[in-house]
């Protein structure tokens, strides 16, 4: 009986096995090809060439390259730092088999190798949604928990009541706030949660728990107040007015106005795509066009709604900058940009979702980043908020994280590289990581500066049933199966022995094909 | 249980093969011997003893010779490579061996190999316990080196199944293990039990260590730890 596979996740992984052949490969990809329409393929078969600039996949060729040594000296840490790195990269395929051999042998391991196997497990438990195994294991470590910040995070959220706040747990071992703790139990912690904070002095982590707190009591003038301690520190511009309500704060948030960037030179193209995003596109678009640089064409279109989405749409087209574009059915928000792309005039494109909110001098700051450090392409950070304004901390106590929608870079980049993977989701993640892989780290860089607030919602694609990626790491089958290809694309490459990355997105589903887009007209 | 020994050469170890023969005829029943390229006067050149037995192939087996012959009921096979040398004790300790282990769909053997859980196709992506070198604990592992393993013959693959692997009997003897639910285990020793005759770079040398891309998918459904047996791993090492 077999015991698995690499491709455990796609049923026919066999038949693609020998042979194997070049011939074989393209004869796939035909097929595809013609089956779901698809002309150009995210990986066009080229070598692979990753760049030298890379540390995860150089980190990963040098611990591979010392293995036999480290073996012969302490298996188990070698394995552990494999899966460690094998969740990092999203080689969720190789995870699994590895945490069971691990979690077999961990009362062997050890007395150092305790905390680092202990979190590289509950990593794997949270990503594959295996609380109860989660709780379990936690509870047995609980002299490991007691010791580490992280092992502290997850058993304070997945081993006591999601309706109680219990003060003990909002400090880590380490000292600081349980930022994640608090923000997910700030709704019944009431004052209580306020002693934690006061003590911890006032960096960006407790001004965001601050604003929350006070978003729970719809108190939107101490709530900007908190904001606009971060953003200032930060150089950012302000909030200048927020009304916390019942429906979405986006729609009721307004920042400074910067000033306009005086020699706007070069056109940046700003692509959006809207499905259903009637309740959203407003400010969506309104925030794109109030940015202090003013040389940019907005490229909407519409992906098959079928709410009011076009009607809303149709409000906005007084700006001359907006151009409006329809596909005929859905075809997702990779092939709108796949099809997007070719139609920018402008010398420099970037994306926006038609949920997120766009800081005033997102573009401007993007931009002068890009060409002030010579890079290849920038992305910025965003800040995840909930419709009534709480800020989402993620398990790692981070609340600022990257954007890859905010990829900015001439368009010679896009069209170098593209297209982007017809895929339902995570299409921008994989192009964002093969670009830093074959341009280097240098050349695609990341602001660490959130320009963006990305609305956290039920209807958000990361939190839709079946194909949901969460803050504290879980991330649904669908995803875990074309992360962990396109992540053994990008480490092995295309090899003709080895399901392509579209195998695993057909196998799921999540394949979007591709439809046609047309320019709407200007009303006169 | 009979005591089978397979193998198969080729003329350029005609200097090794009768040393090596005659030192491990006497453990076994039968040996069967494929003679990949050999012509008439080299086969006249062989030692004849009783219980070798020479097989001449239509065409060249290369290292899937050793899987040519099918076992019958009751045997015990010992595949081997034509120039290591065997201790006189080998068959005896290996059978000892292999009736300690903890499933009897197991093959034991010397030269283990555990490949990176995230094998890109290089082959410093590995542990090895080297065959000549010692190894003080029985350990699972991915692949077994075909030159020096034992097991029931009711386990052995069918020739179809290894034909095409000629270059690379390992991978292809592990990937059928893997598929059919059958343990390997590298069995402990001291170092120098198994002796290398030849200076002369093996298959594994000159090929295998420049071509593991090119057998990269199949390798890659065995590789790493996580596709270990990890109950079978545990009792292995706890024997």
């Given at each position: 009986m077999s015991r698995g596979y690499s491709f455990e996740y796609i049923?026919?992984?066999?038949?693609?096995?020998?042979?194997?052949?070049?011939?074989?490969?393209?004869?796939?990809r035909s097929a595809i090809a013609a089956k779901w329409g698809i002309s150009r393929f995210a990986d066009r078969g080229e070598t692979h060439e990753v760049s030298r600039n890379h540390p995860p996949l150089a980190a990963l060729r040098n611990h591979n390259a010392g293995m036999s040594r480290a073996v012969h000296g302490d298996r188990f840490a070698w394995i552990i730092e494999t899966l460690r790195i094998a969740i990092a990269m999203e080689r969720f395929d190789a995870a699994e088999g590895m945490a069971n051999y691990l979690l077999a042998f961990f009362d062997d391991l050890a007395k150092g190798n305790v905390i680092p196997a202990a979190k590289a497990l509950c990593r794997k438990f949270i990503a594959f949604g295996e609380i109860d195994q989660l709780r379990h294991f936690l509870f047995k470590n609980i002299a490991a928990v007691k010791k580490d910040d992280s092992l502290f995070t997850w058993f304070s959220a997945y081993c006591t009541g999601n309706t109680e706040f219990l003060p003990e747990f909002a400090t880590l071992p380490s000292g600081k706030p349980n930022a994640y703790y608090i923000s997910k139990r700030m709704a019944v912690a009431g004052d209580r949660v306020l002693p934690t904070l006061m003590a911890a002095g006032?960096?960006?982590?407790?001004?965001?728990?601050?604003?929350?707190?006070?978003?729970?009591?719809?108190?939107?003038?101490?709530?900007?107040?908190?904001?606009?301690?971060?953003?200032?520190?930060?150089?950012?511009?302000?909030?200048?007015k927020v009304a916390l309500g019942e429906d979405n704060f986006l729609n009721r948030i307004a920042f400074e106005r910067p000033p306009v960037v005086p020699d706007a030179h070069d056109l940046v193209s700003i692509i959006m795509s809207t499905h259903n995003s009637a309740a959203t596109v407003g400010y969506a678009v309104r925030s794109i066009l109030a940015q202090s640089y003013r040389n940019i064409e907005l490229l909407i279109c519409d992906d098959g709604s079928s709410d009011a989405t076009l009607a809303e749409l149709d409000k906005l087209r007084g700006d001359p900058r907006i151009r409006m574009f329809r596909s005929h059915g859905n075809q997702g928000t990779y092939g709108v940009r796949n099809s997007l792309i070719p139609e920018a005039r402008g010398?420099?494109?970037?994306?926006?979702?038609?949920?997120?909110?766009?800081?005033?001098?997102?573009?401007?700051?993007?931009?002068?980043?890009?060409?002030?450090?010579g890079a290849a392409a920038v992305a910025s950070q965003w800040f995840r908020v909930t419709a009534g304004g709480e800020f989402v901390f993620s398990s790692d106590q981070a609340v600022a994280r990257i954007a890859v929608v905010s990829l900015l870079a001439p368009r010679e980049v896009f069209e170098r590289f593209g297209p982007y993977r017809q895929a339902r989701f995570g299409a921008d993640t994989e192009f964002y990581e093969k670009l830093r892989s074959r341009l280097g780290v240098d050349a695609v860089r990341l602001m660490q500066t959130p320009m963006i607030f990305g609305l956290a919602s039920a209807t958000s694609l990361t939190r839709s049933v079946g194909i949901e990626?969460?803050?504290?790491?879980?991330?649904?089958?669908?995803r875990r199966c074309y992360a962990a290809a396109a992540a053994r694309s990008r480490h092995i490459g295309e090899h003709p022995g080895l399901p392509t990355v579209e195998d695993a997105l057909i196998e799921h589903g999540i394949l979007m094909p591709p439809t046609h887009i047309e320019e709407l007209e200007v009303a006169p | 249980m009979k005591r089978i020994g397979q193998l198969a050469t080729y003329p350029g170890r005609l200097a090794n093969l009768p040393v090596m023969l005659e030192s491990v005829a006497p453990q076994f029943d039968e040996i069967h011997v494929m003679l990949n390229q050999f012509t008439k006067r080299q086969q006249l050149a062989l030692p004849k003893l009783a219980n070798v037995?020479?097989?001449?192939?239509?065409?060249?087996?290369?290292?899937?010779?050793?899987?040519?012959?099918?076992?019958?009921?009751g045997e015990y096979v010992f595949l081997m490579d034509d120039d290591l040398t065997f201790p006189a004790d080998y068959v005896e300790q290996m059978i000892a061996f292999y009736q300690r282990m903890p499933s009897a769909r197991m093959a034991i053997g010397l030269h283990g190999v555990i490949y990176s859980d995230l094998f890109e196709g290089t082959p410093s992506s590995r542990f090895v316990a080297k065959f000549d070198k010692a190894l003080n604990n029985p350990i699972l592992v991915n692949q077994l080196g075909t030159g020096c393993l034992m097991l029931p013959g009711e386990l052995l693959p069918p020739f179809e199944f290894?034909?095409?692997?000629?270059?690379?009997?390992?991978?292809?003897?592990?990937?059928?293990?893997?598929?059919?639910?059958?343990?390997?285990?590298?069995?402990?020793?001291?170092?120098?039990?198994?002796?290398?005759?030849?200076?002369?770079?093996?298959i594994f040398e000159t090929y295998t260590r420049e071509r593991h891309g090119e057998q990269l998918p199949e390798i890659m459904q065995f590789a790493g730890f996580g596709k270990l047996d990890v109950r079978l791993a545990l009792a292995v090492e706890r024997t």
């Open positions: 049923s026919g992984f066999r038949d693609y096995l020998l042979p194997a052949s070049e011939s074989s490969r393209n004869e796939r006032s960096p960006p982590t407790t001004n965001l728990l601050l604003a929350n707190f006070f978003a729970t009591r719809g108190d939107s003038s101490l709530y900007r107040m908190f904001v606009n301690r971060v953003l200032g520190k930060q150089g950012a511009t302000l909030v200048r010398a420099y494109i970037t994306f926006q979702d038609s949920d997120d909110f766009a800081f005033p001098d997102r573009i401007e700051r993007q931009l002068a980043f890009l060409k002030n450090e990626a969460t803050e504290d790491g879980y991330r649904a089958p669908a | 037995h020479y097989v001449i192939p239509k065409s060249d087996l290369k290292d899937t010779g050793k899987f040519w012959r099918k076992p019958g009921a290894m034909r095409s692997a000629q270059r690379f009997v390992d991978v292809r003897f592990a990937r059928y293990c893997h598929e059919n639910g059958i343990g390997m285990a590298c069995v402990p020793r001291p170092a120098g039990w198994i002796v290398d005759q030849n200076a002369e770079d093996s």
